[in-house]
Nanobody, 120 residues
Framework: VQLQASGGGSVHTGGSLGLSCRAS????????MAWHRQAPGQQRELVAL???????NYAPSVEGRFTISRDNTKNTMDLQMTSLKPEDTAIYYC???????????????WGQGTLVTVSS
């Protein structure tokens, strides 16, 4: 399975951006999906996670500003980001736990990063 992220770009403080992630492959299902980010010189951190049934959780730093969603019929996940701040600047990574066929085991998959830059 491949995860393809799209979106991102550059905005000014207070602006909005959207990210999308699409999983493609054969004979798979998806458990949790999430967005992580990594700012220069910092460790990768979890931004938002959404379970297969739609339960979502957010990092305190983005709560109320970011919204994660998914479409299980299309194997896609979105992240709508509003009220963006310079500290949101980072490379954002799509993440999913994939099950293959009838296997009960999930495997972590990462997409390529997409850059979000917020300037003051």
């Amino acid at each position: 399975v491949q995860l393809q992220a799209s979106g991102g770009g550059s905005v000014h403080t207070g602006g909005s951006l959207g990210l999308s992630c699409r999983a493609s492959g054969r004979d798979f299902s998806i458990n949790d999906m999430a967005w992580h980010r990594q700012a220069p010189g910092q460790q990768r951190e979890l931004v938002a996670l959404i379970t297969a049934v739609g339960t979502s959780n957010y990092a305190p730093s983005v709560e109320g500003r970011f919204t994660i969603s998914r479409d299980n019929t299309k194997n896609t996940m979105d992240l709508q980001m509003t009220s963006l701040k310079p500290e949101d600047t980072a490379i954002y990574y799509c993440y999913a736990v994939i099950r293959y066929g009838d296997s009960p085991y999930g495997y972590e998959n990462w997409g390529q990063g997409t850059l979000v830059t917020v300037s003051s």
